[in-house]
Structures are given as C-alpha cells and as structure tokens.
Nanobody, 123 residues
C-alpha cells in the first residue's frame, strides 16, 4: 500500500493561486488529484501516468496544472485563477494502472488515497 501525504491547501481569494503537493512513499505508477465539495461526490481533477501522460478535467483546464517529480516521488497541482466553486477537499491518489496511453479518472481505479487537504476560495 502506497502512503500519500498532501500539503499546501488553505484559504485564498477568488482569482488567487495555490499549489498542492503530495509526497508518496512506495512505488507509484499513475497518480492523480480528486476533490470533494460539501454535499457532492468526489470528482476527478487531474492525473499523470508513469510516462508523463496527463489528463485534466474540463472544469479546471487552462487554470490547473499537474506535474510530477519522479525522483522525489512527489505529485504537484498548481491552481491558478481559483474560483469559489473550486472550494473542496483535495485528495491525492495513486493507481497501479501502468497503461502508457491511459490516465484513469474513476475512483475505483485508484488504490491508495491521502487524507485530503482543504482548499477554500472566498468570493
């Protein structure tokens, strides 16, 4: 089981930026970010596989960027132009999916989860 620890959440005004990090211990293949707003289901935000293939959700495309340091086994999410609707708990996740042309987007495809970090965007 991979251990994942997120950091970097906080409170920001609309239009501001935040950067999230996720430190992984153990072998990781595909990694991703999900978020869950109050009263809503957890949703896919962005993912990156073992060879750098990326997938970004349409809801954040153009504002969020996902990157990964394979040497340090760390996942990043740069969030720009944040809006109140981005308020949620953000979760880092790891998947055993090793397919080079695929980035999984469903919860069931991810095996390990971090504890989550709160991101709050004020109007």
């Amino acid at each position: 089981q991979v251990q994942l620890v997120e950091s970097g959440g906080g409170l920001v005004q609309a239009g501001g930026s935040l950067s999230l990090s996720c430190q992984a211990s153990g072998r990781t293949l595909t990694m991703g970010w999900f978020r869950q707003a109050p009263g809503k289901e957890r949703e896919f935000v962005a993912g990156i596989n073992s060879i750098g293939g990326r997938l970004i959700s349409d809801s954040v495309k153009g504002r969020f960027t996902i990157n990964r340091d394979y040497v340090k086994n760390t996942l990043f999410l740069q969030m720009n132009n944040l809006q109140p609707e981005d308020t949620a708990v953000y979760f880092c996740a790891a998947s055993k999916d090793s397919r080079p042309r695929v980035v999984p987007t469903t919860i069931i495809e991810y095996d390990s989860w971090g504890q989550g970090t709160q991101v709050t965007v004020s109007p």
